[in-house]
Structures are given as C-alpha cells and as structure tokens.
C-alpha cells in the first residue's frame, strides 16, 4: 500500500507520503515495514521472516543489518554509564561452562 496526496504547490501531481523519508524508493508495503522490526525484535530468523514477510532472505537480511546499525548507532551517542558519583563499581570474570553433549569434567572456577 502506497499512499498518495495531493498537494497543491504540485499542480495536481501525485506523491507518496514516503518521499524524503528512508522508506522512499523502497519497494515494501507499510504493513511488511512493520512486521520486519517486529520480528527482528523477537529474534525470528532470516528465513522464517522472509516467508512470512515475502520478501527474498537478502532483503531481510539487509533490514536486519539496518537495524542493527541504527542501534550500534544510538548506542555509540548514548553510552552506557555505570555507577555515578559516590557508587563503586566491580566488575569481575564470570565462568560460566556447561559440557558439551553432557558430557566431560566440570570446569572448577
């Protein structure tokens, strides 16, 4: 679904409501632009994201990519800060094992 309007400094013309936005020139409709964020927040696979969304494995993978790069993005301007003034913050090695198959020794710490 594209939308369209009409504006009057266009005389008529028709555009669509995505022009200069990142959604511009694209070729999904709104309804597939928010089931791919959705399913990339529940972690769903490639695959399974591309059937439901039908679109091909690279243009799901390519949206993830961007989303993932939007958040890369966020973080890297917001980082995080832990403790404050006053507060002491430890932070320690954790070793966390489990077997593989169930099977060997246990790991001791």
């Known amino acids: 679904m ?6 009057p400094s266009h005389k ?7 022009d200069g936005s990142f959604l511009s020139g694209q070729h999904i409709t ?3 632009f928010l089931m ?3 399913y990339w927040v529940y972690s769903v696979s490639v695959g399974i994201t591309a059937g439901e969304a039908k679109v091909s494995k690279v243009t799901a993978i390519q949206w993830y990519q961007h989303f993932r790069d939007i958040c890369s993005r966020w973080l890297v ?3 995080l800060r832990l403790g404050g003034p006053g507060t ?3 932070i320690d090695e954790s070793i966390i094992t489990q077997p593989k ?3 060997g ?5």
Do not use: A
Request: net charge positive.
């Open 2 to 7: 594209v939308l369209y309007g009409r504006f």
């Open 12 to 18: 008529g013309c028709k555009k669509s409501i995505w």
């Open 30 to 32: 709104f309804k597939i």
């Open 36 to 38: 791919l964020p959705l």
């Open 77 to 79: 301007q917001n980082p």
């Open 88 to 90: 002491v913050v430890q």
């Open 101 to 103: 198959y169930g099977v």
């Open 105 to 109: 020794h246990v790991v001791r710490e």
